[in-house]
């Protein structure tokens, strides 16, 4: 159970030569299970962004090895990335990066567009995003017309509209006050406990009690890496339950 859905190795990302060389990833190896919700601590600078970038395929490294799901997504073309991307991954930004001169239900549906829904099936999938995240009132608001953590809700909201796998987050709650931060990790919470598998940076100690795993970096590699919940206890996708309950099930009929 619960499988190796990335697994990164000797990943490096390199910039500039020569003298100007410098390594925001270096040989940095992870291997990521389903349903881990990970949080990734660490000084400014030290590759945090770089390696959710990586894993996100918004970016690539200079050498080493990327496998999704057994894939190695490390080589294959841009666009290949950006289809596999607009499948299993969604993303939420520090600063939300919501279309302004968009209402917040075509935000939240912007990224159907890429799965080949018609436009009135993508309206219905955002708006019933959008009451998942108690924004349903705001459907028609521009994003200037809500509060950070409103903001940041709708853009979860986005981040899995299209019900990727994984979810990257990058400071989610660098730009909220305390309360619209534990109600975006709330929120996070009920993502992760529907056995999404969830990667986030954070500067906010206080905020690693939801994590199954800590990884603190430094200077592009891992300082210390600590689960604080075993492989057995990580939660299931919800397909996989029903199919555990069925083959229950059947074992008593027997
Ligand atoms: N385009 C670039 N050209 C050169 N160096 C870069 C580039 N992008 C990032 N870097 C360097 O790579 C390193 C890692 O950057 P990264 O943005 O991943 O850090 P971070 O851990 O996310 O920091 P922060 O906590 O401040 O967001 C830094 O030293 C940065 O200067
Ligand atoms: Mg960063």
Do not use: W
Not at 202 to 214: F, S
């Amino acid at each position: 159970m619960n499988e190796e859905i990335i697994k990164l190795e000797k990943l490096t990302k390199r910039y500039g030569y020569g003298d100007a060389e410098s390594f925001a990833l270096k040989d940095f190896d992870l291997t990521i299970k389903r349903g881990e919700f990970i949080m990734i601590m660490g000084p400014s600078g030290c590759g945090k962004t770089t390696l959710l970038n990586i894993i996100g395929l918004l970016d690539r490294a200079t050498s080493g090895k990327y496998l999704l799901n057994d894939e190695n997504v490390a080589s294959i073309s841009s666009a290949k990335q950006s289809r596999i991307r607009a499948k299993k991954i969604g993303f939420i930004f520090q600063n939300f990066n919501l279309i302004e001169d968009l209402p917040i239900l075509e935000n939240v549906a912007l990224p159907l567009i890429y799965v080949g829904m018609p436009q009135s099936v993508r309206l219905r999938t955002a708006s019933a995003a959008l009451k998942r995240f108690h924004l349903g009132e705001k459907e028609y608001y521009y994003p200037y017309q809500l509060s950070g953590g409103q903001q940041q809700r709708a853009a979860i909201a986005r981040a899995v509209v299209s019900n990727p796998e994984i979810i990257l987050a990058d400071e989610p709650t660098g730009n909220l006050d305390s309360r619209a931060s534990y109600a975006v990790m709330d929120e996070l919470k009920r993502i992760h406990e529907e056995g999404n598998t969830i990667v986030m940076v954070t500067h906010n100690p206080a905020l690693t009690v939801y994590a199954t795993r800590v990884i603190n970096m430094l200077d592009g590699q891992i300082a210390t890496d600590v689960k604080t919940v075993t492989d057995e206890n990580l939660p299931q996708p919800i397909d996989v339950k029903v199919k555990k309950k069925k083959s229950r099930m059947k074992r008593r009929r027997h």
